[in-house]
Every structure is written in C-alpha cells, then in structure tokens.
C-alpha cells in the first residue's frame, strides 16, 4: 500500500496529500475512490484476522486487532501442542490472586480483582490442536451480580487476545471439558481444575441476599510442593486448596538435638484412630497399639523419642471435601543417632480420620513443632 503516486489527478505535493490554500490559489489534493476503499480494506484485513467483526460505530478495533495478531504471530513457529503448554501459573508469593468479596443488599455478593499481577496462560493459536503461552498483567476487574445460596468459581481465559476473567457456577468435581476451557457466565460445570487454557481461581460460595460470599482461592504454580526448614518451638502451616484431591508430607531431624527431645505434631482438633508399632530389635519382637483414642485431639506426627534422636516421617493423606475431611496414613521410621544396635530402630504405621473446616484452606494446616533443629518439612499437594 502506498499514496496514488501513479494517478496525476490526486494533486500529491512531494509525494504526500495538502490541503487547499485559498490564500495562494493552490487546490488541495483529491482522494480517488480506489485509493480510499484501499486503505479501508486493508484496515478491514487486519481486524478480521484479530477475529474480530468490522464495526463502523467502533473505533479501538484496529488497535486490538493488532494485539491479537502480535499475540497468535504471523506464522506458527512459535506455537506448540496445547498438551505441551506450561502449567497456568499466577505471579504471586503462593501462587494464589488476591480477590476480594462485597456484600450487596440485593444479590449474593460481587467479586473484585485489583490490576497489577502478572499471570501466565496458554493462548489458542488453532482450535484444540496448537497453543502459545502468554502473560499479562491483570486489569481492574469486577464481577455481576451473584446469585444468592450458590456455588461458582472464578476462572480466566484469553478472548481474542485479552486476559478475560469470568465466572462459572459448578461444584469442584466438575470434569475437565474436552476443549480444556470453560463456558463464561455458565450455569453450570465450572469447578474442574485450572488446565494450560483456563485458570481456576477461587471457589466462592455465596449465602443470602447482604452477606459477603466465601472465597477459597486456588493455588496456581509450576510445581504444588513446598519446603521449609524451623528451629525452636512454633507451628508451620502446609497449604491446602479445595482441588488437593491427595497429599504428601516427609517431615524429619536430621539434625538432632544435644539436651531435649524434638517432636512435631498437628495443631487442629479432629482426630480418630489408631496407629500400630512394630520395634525391630535383636532381645525380642514387640508389637504395640497406640490408640488416637481420644477424639477429636492433635495427633503427633513424630517424636525423636530420646535425646539424640533422629526420625523421619512420611505421611500420605487423601482428601473429601464435600464432607469436610482427611484420611491419612503413615509411615515414620527412628534411629538413634550414633547407636549401633537394631533396638534402635523402630517402624510405625498409623491411620487416622479428620474433620477439617475452611479455615484449612485459608491458611493451611497446622502444625505444631517444640525442639527443632533444622527440622525439615517437604509438602505436596496431589490434584
């Protein structure tokens, strides 16, 4: 494309259109028909392959039409199978979007997201075949009305070429649809987990008309492991989310203590159950119960047992969630630092039941440790 040099009538000055100068007795230049409707239609191809539809009441179109084509690139070197896109991550320390609930006297509440987060997602670039992974910085964003007494989630997605927040009401057992993206504003089925298209962002629950609605965010990051190392006495807390359908924990010593006897154990109520040992020594066998029989206490997840100790711990939980609790298990293996006799080492295995409330997912689940040197945690969440 270029001015209609070629046509001696358009009255080009140096190659470029001027206006007319009564003052001089010059004429302004023309605009043939053809050039005009040239410059139209080149407009018009590149909106049309940002997928966008020429409207001549709008006018931000060939700006964002440039934006989506930038974003799907002119060819498809870039992309790649959408089942090879990254993990949808969210920017922030934990990985979670700050959200945050209104009340409103006539509906069920609204949801805000406040700009500035950075957050990667997959972009389509051909239909259920080939994607390429994009970031964006999140925009001021504020949600309709919420229906009252009813479950949604919070999800997100690229719409031609814009990060697009949106929600969706469902259960957290919804399944994965086959295009990997939610129905915005959806009745339904909205509660399956964030896949490489679609983010899923909070659960939010709401109550009736004037109440704040409940929001439990969701963890988005590469990888849904944490680690930490304590000392001394405190309580730690391992991250907890409404689409954990499992758990792992290994928790441990390595370090023991000179004078007193490390141990760690959960801070929440809720407990039933029983675990059993077995000790491994060459004077005899000997076969222990050791009931949670008390319901509804802590339960300790390990103890170095004596001065000196070193334990390592591992614990497997699953998750229900509709009704509220865990099931876990473990495995805690002991030896005596320095000791060299098999009545040092010891196996127990356990099983226990809890009833955990929202409050697990806002901060995570406590624990409990006294004596700690470099005692070490390593948490995962299994979806």
Same mark, same amino acid.
């Given at each position: ?7 001696? &009538? ?25 050039? *005009? ?13 940002? +997928?966008?539809?020429? @409207? ?33 991550? !969210?920017?922030?320390? @934990?990985? =979670? ?27 389509? !670039? ?5 994607? =390429?992974?994009?970031? /964006? ?5 504020? %949600?309709? +009305? ?14 031609? *070429? ?35 298209? @679609? ?6 629950v709401t109550a009736g008309p004037g109440s704040v609605p409940i929001v439990r965010p969701i963890y988005n990051r590469s990888r849904l492991s944490w680690t930490q190392t304590v000392n001394g006495n405190g309580v730690v807390y391992l991250p907890l989310d409404p689409h954990a359908r499992a758990a792992r924990l290994v928790v441990g010593n390595p370090t023991p203590h000179?004078?007193?006897? %490390? ?14 040992? /077995? ?6 066998? &000997?076969?222990?119960?050791? *009931? ?47 000791? &060299?006799?098999?009545?040092? +080492?010891?196996?127990?295995? %356990? ?25 070490? /945690? ?6």
């Amino acid at each position: 494309m270029d001015y209609p040099k070629s046509v001696p &009538s358009a009255g080009l000055v140096n190659g470029k259109f001027v206006d007319e100068n009564p003052l001089m007795g010059t004429p302004g230049s023309l605009i043939p028909a053809e050039w *005009g409707n040239s410059v139209t239609q080149e407009i018009i191809n590149v909106i049309r392959a940002g +997928d966008l539809a020429p @409207d001549e009441k709008k006018y931000d179109q060939l700006l964002q039409a440039i934006q989506s084509v930038s974003a799907k690139g002119w060819n498809l070197d870039s992309a790649m199978p959408i089942g090879s896109l990254p993990t949808a991550t !969210v920017a922030t320390t @934990d990985g =979670r979007l700050p959200i945050t609930p209104t009340a409103f006297a006539t509906s069920g509440g609204r949801l805000s997201i406040l700009p500035g987060v950075l957050v990667s997602l997959g972009q389509e !670039v051909l239909t259920g075949q080939l994607g =390429r992974p994009r970031t /964006f910085t999140t925009q001021a964003w504020s %949600s309709a +009305d919420l229906l009252p007494n009813s479950g949604y989630f919070l999800r997100a997605q690229v719409v031609a *070429g814009v990060l697009t927040f949106y929600t969706q009401r469902g259960t957290i057992y919804d399944a994965t649809p086959e295009g990997l993206k939610g129905t915005i504003n959806g009745t339904a089925g909205g509660g399956f987990q964030s896949t490489p298209l @679609d983010l899923c962002l909070a659960w939010v629950v709401t109550a009736g008309p004037g109440s704040v609605p409940i929001v439990r965010p969701i963890y988005n990051r590469s990888r849904l492991s944490w680690t930490q190392t304590v000392n001394g006495n405190g309580v730690v807390y391992l991250p907890l989310d409404p689409h954990a359908r499992a758990a792992r924990l290994v928790v441990g010593n390595p370090t023991p203590h000179p004078t007193a006897i %490390s141990s760690v154990g959960f801070a929440p109520a809720g407990w039933l159950g029983g675990n059993y040992c /077995f000790l491994n020594p060459t004077i005899g066998t &000997s076969n222990n119960w050791d *009931g949670w029989a008390t319901a509804n206490a802590p339960v300790l997840i390990f103890s170095s047992n004596v001065v000196s100790d070193t334990t390592v711990s591992t614990l497997t939980a699953s998750f229900d969630h509709a009704e509220l609790r865990s099931l876990w298990q473990s495995y805690q293996t002991e030896h005596t630092w320095g000791a &060299s006799n098999a009545a040092s +080492d010891e196996l127990l295995f %356990s099983m226990g039941l809890k009833s955990h409330g929202l409050s697990d997912y806002a901060s995570g689940i406590a624990v409990n440790f006294t004596a700690a040197v470099n005692i070490s /945690f390593s948490w995962e969440l299994i979806r």
